[in-house]
């Protein structure tokens, strides 16, 4: 299912990317069952996630898998010593807070951008550590695209050969085909306005790796319909993928007990998800439509340059 050669720019490839790799035994279950019986090619492991080692092992017996780092400020315990990042943390010494939170302490001067790179960079390091070679990076909740912290991301895959990161920046044309029409107004609403927000905070996000040598995909989707999808939605979203390299992200997994005691919205709709991703008529479609299904092993920086001359409206 992986493909290791660039994009090439008559090629219309998709990356279907899992997102919290380690969150929960059932999410890590949910992911690999997406990978093996369906579409999913790529995932984003938690470093200080719950079920980290569980994740190791589940990714271990997944070679087809591309993995990469989840950067995290915002649920768990950090991976670098608490004394040295404390201006991340709260008073019983965990990350706190959704990226709203967290642009709002950075904006106010109560975060350390050295400290945040010191965590990011254990978080890597802790991935690395375990035995993963990764393919990518990206952010829980899109962390890395806050204000001044994709430069940040973009030193640390340079530090550790990290050759892409995720650009969250959802092409408009893409939001709409995800979308049925069905989904819950109030809360795709709400996402679709982030998503438009993290355009406005990192626009020259695609030129800044470009010039940094680091790749990412031509287009990105998933943050409006984030626990709304739907089968039409998927099929739209294939009929209408654009040439070049896009990226979907995806939460599958199990709703296990773990993962209902746990901060996250994300509980039953991770098993819809699954159930879309593993869904016969939606693989048999991605090969109709000549789709290929890469990793982010699969791009190169040459398709950096070709997306930074291209408008995402």
């Not at 790796?209 to 984030?226: K, L, P």
């Not at 896009?246 to 039953?268: I, N, V, W």
Request: glycine share 10%; hydrophobic share 40%.
């Amino acid at each position: 299912m992986r493909e290791k050669t660039a994009v090439k720019q008559s090629m219309r490839s998709l990356i279907v990317n899992a997102d919290d790799l380690g969150w929960t035994e059932g999410v890590n279950r949910g992911i690999a069952d997406a990978h093996r019986n369906g579409i999913v090619t790529s995932a984003s492991l938690l470093a200080n996630g719950a079920a980290f080692d569980d994740a190791v092992k589940t990714a271990g017996q997944l070679p087809g898998l591309g993995v990469g780092v989840h950067l995290n400020l915002s649920d768990g315990r950090p991976a670098a010593p608490p004394r040295e990042v404390t201006s991340l943390l709260n008073e019983v010494g965990e990350f706190s807070g959704g990226p709203q939170s967290l642009l709002l302490r950075l904006t106010a001067g109560r975060v350390d951008p050295g400290e945040v790179e010191k965590e990011w960079d254990a978080q890597i390091q802790k991935v690395r550590a375990a035995g993963i070679r990764p393919t990518h990076l990206d952010g829980h909740k899109h962390v890395q695209m806050l204000p001044g912290l994709f430069a940040v991301a973009l030193r640390l895959a340079k530090k550790h050969g990290i050759p892409a990161l995720r650009v969250s920046l959802e092409a408009s044309p893409l939001r709409a085909a995800l979308s049925d029409g069905n989904q819950a107004a109030g809360l795709t609403l709400k996402q679709g306005v982030e998503a438009r927000g993290l355009k406005l905070l990192a626009s020259d996000a695609r030129e800044m790796a470009g010039r940094s040598g680091i790749a990412t995909t031509d287009y990105f989707c998933g943050i409006a319909q984030t626990g709304t999808w739907s089968r039409s939605g998927i099929r739209k979203l294939l009929l209408s993928l654009p040439e070049g390299t896009t990226e979907l992200m995806c939460h599958p997994g199990y709703a296990d007990d773990d993962l209902k005691k746990s901060k996250t919205r994300l509980q039953q709709s991770r098993q819809a998800e699954l159930e879309i991703l593993t869904d016969k008529e939606i693989r048999k479609s991605v090969a109709d439509l000549g789709i290929r299904l890469i990793s982010y092993e699969g791009i190169s920086v040459a398709a950096d340059r070709r997306s930074s001359r291209q408008t995402t409206r």
